[in-house]
């Protein structure tokens, strides 16, 4: 690796807290861009100590504040897995498809069931 590779790296990577990549699926709770409350189902594509940042179908405000149960497993679910209760702050939000947004949430509480 070179010094400029090393120096991108480092300035690329600024989050304060390590993130984990994974897949797990979760169920979001919030309101939309109209003012409804809704309930809809997610995937993670990331998750650290305090935050995740997920994919999601509704196009949601940055600073909406979200309820997000994530299923710490990758395959089937049954009534034995493990959750991650989380409540958060909408902080960045991109239009990656049609229909599909990433959505980055800050922690404001968390909670392992």
């Given at each position: 690796?070179?010094?400029?590779?090393?120096?991108?790296?480092n300035?690329?990577?600024r989050?304060i807290?390590p993130?984990?990549?994974?897949?797990?699926?979760?169920?979001?709770?919030?309101?939309d861009?109209?003012?409804n409350?809704?309930?809809?189902?997610?995937?993670?594509?990331?998750?650290?100590?305090?935050?995740?940042?997920?994919?999601?179908t509704?196009?949601?405000?940055?600073?909406s504040?979200?309820?997000?149960?994530?299923?710490?497993?990758?395959?089937?679910?049954?009534?034995?897995?493990?959750?991650?209760?989380?409540?958060?702050?909408?902080?960045?939000?991109?239009?990656?498809?049609?229909?599909?947004?990433?959505i980055?949430?800050?922690?404001?509480?968390?909670?392992?069931?």
């Amino acid at each position: 690796m070179t010094e400029s590779q090393t120096i991108l790296i480092n300035i690329a990577e600024r989050r304060i807290k390590p993130r984990v990549a994974c897949e797990y699926q979760a169920i979001v709770q919030g309101v939309d861009l109209d003012g409804n409350m809704y309930e809809d189902s997610a995937t993670l594509a990331n998750l650290s100590a305090s935050g995740l940042f997920m994919w999601v179908t509704k196009d949601i405000k940055a600073g909406s504040l979200l309820s997000v149960v994530i299923l710490l497993r990758n395959k089937n679910i049954d009534l034995k897995t493990r959750k991650l209760v989380t409540k958060g702050v909408v902080i960045r939000k991109e239009q990656l498809t049609e229909g599909k947004y990433g959505i980055a949430v800050m922690f404001t509480y968390h909670r392992f069931l």
